[in-house]
């Protein structure tokens, strides 16, 4: 039904209701931005990340198959703008979002947010490669068949990667306590 919804929306958009591109912005724009903070590290740089994807999914509206799923098509997009990014800037800075606390003491408040930054951190620690299929998966929520789609590689590769990625993960957090 979704996919259903968003391949309505392109369709009009390329029969020159641009306005319809908007909805698709409002609707992917939380999304998209934290996919890019969790690739990038950084709150002001997400939100430029973001931008860029939607700039470049409108500019290039017309190459996009109405067969295909158009979230997989965007996050691919932010994807890249990330990995492009990352490679422009080379920073480990540390992430601007926090995951709000549930209910608890303050002194397990305290823990979990400081677990939640060291996880944080060990996460921007990982290759580009890596990082982006731990986002994908744990964060976005999204299967191996969707990150096969979204990173146009298949689906042992993304399995390989998130495997890497994972001992890795293990090992540093492990190796700080957690």
């Known amino acids: 039904m979704v996919e259903q919804e968003d391949s309505i929306l392109v369709r009009q958009c390329l029969e020159g209701d641009r306005a319809k591109f908007g909805k698709l912005v409002k609707k992917y724009t939380k999304p998209i931005y934290n ?10 740089n997400a939100a430029d990340v973001a931008q860029t994807t939607f700039i470049k999914a409108f500019e290039n509206l017309d190459k996009f ?3 295909l799923k158009f979230f997989s098509w965007l ?9 492009n990014f990352i490679q422009k800037q080379k920073s480990t800075d540390q992430l601007d979002e926090e995951i709000p606390s549930v209910d608890g003491s303050p002194d397990e408040q305290v823990q979990r947010r400081e677990r939640t ?14 990082r982006s299929v731990v986002v994908l998966r744990h964060f976005m929520d999204l299967s ?4 096969s789609a979204t990173l ?3 689906e042992a590769r993304v399995k390989s990667r998130l495997f890497s990625a994972r001992q890795h993960l293990r090992k540093l957090l492990v190796k700080r306590g957690l």
């Not at 996919?35 to 002001?44: F, H, K, S, T, W």
């Not at 996050?75 to 990995?83: G, K, M, P, V």
């Not at 191996?144 to 990150?147: A, L, S, V």
């Open 35 to 44: 996919l890019a903070l969790r690739m990038v590290g950084d709150g002001e």
């Open 65 to 67: 198959d109405l067969n």
């Open 75 to 83: 996050y691919r997009i932010a994807i890249n703008e990330s990995l």
């Open 117 to 130: 930054e060291m996880i944080q951190q060990a996460v921007l620690t990982l290759t580009p490669e890596q």
């Open 144 to 147: 191996y068949t969707q990150m």
């Open 152 to 154: 146009g590689i298949t």
